[in-house]
Nanobody, 123 residues
Framework: VQLQASGGGLVQAGGSLRLSCVVS????????VNWYRQAPGRQRELVAG???????NYVDSVKGRFTISRDNAKNTVYLQMNNLKPEDTAVYYC??????????????????WGQGTQVTVSS
């Protein structure tokens, strides 16, 4: 199983980035896919998720700014990030898991992981 994330970079506050994660080795369409992030000195945080049925969820701090989407034909999950803030600076990781951590207690942190992509937002 491989998850290959890309799209990170350096952007000014208020700018946008689009992260992509191509997944191989699993039946992508039946998995929940998520984006986590981890900032220096902080715990990993679940940011956004797309369940296999299409439901999406977001942590409160990114609601209205971030949009998660998936293309099952391309085995790819995206995270469109708009109006970025310095506090969004972190390494972003994509994740694929059979049970959505937004719906199943104990599912957070489980599943398959990508290598991470750095997002840096300057003020």
């Amino acid at each position: 199983v491989q998850l290959q994330a890309s799209g990170g970079g350096l952007v000014q506050a208020g700018g946008s980035l689009r992260l992509s994660c191509v997944v191989s080795g699993i039946m992508f369409r039946v998995y929940a896919v998520n984006w986590y992030r981890q900032a220096p000195g902080r715990q990993r945080e679940l940011v956004a998720g797309s369940a296999s049925g299409g439901n999406t969820n977001y942590v409160d701090s990114v609601k209205g700014r971030f949009t998660i989407s998936r293309d099952n034909a391309k085995n790819t999950v995206y995270l469109q990030m708009n109006n970025l803030k310095p506090e969004d600076t972190a390494v972003y990781y994509c994740n694929a898991v059979t049970n959505s951590p937004w719906e199943v207690r104990g599912a957070e942190g489980r599943g398959y992981w990508g290598q991470g992509t750095q997002v840096t937002v300057s003020s």
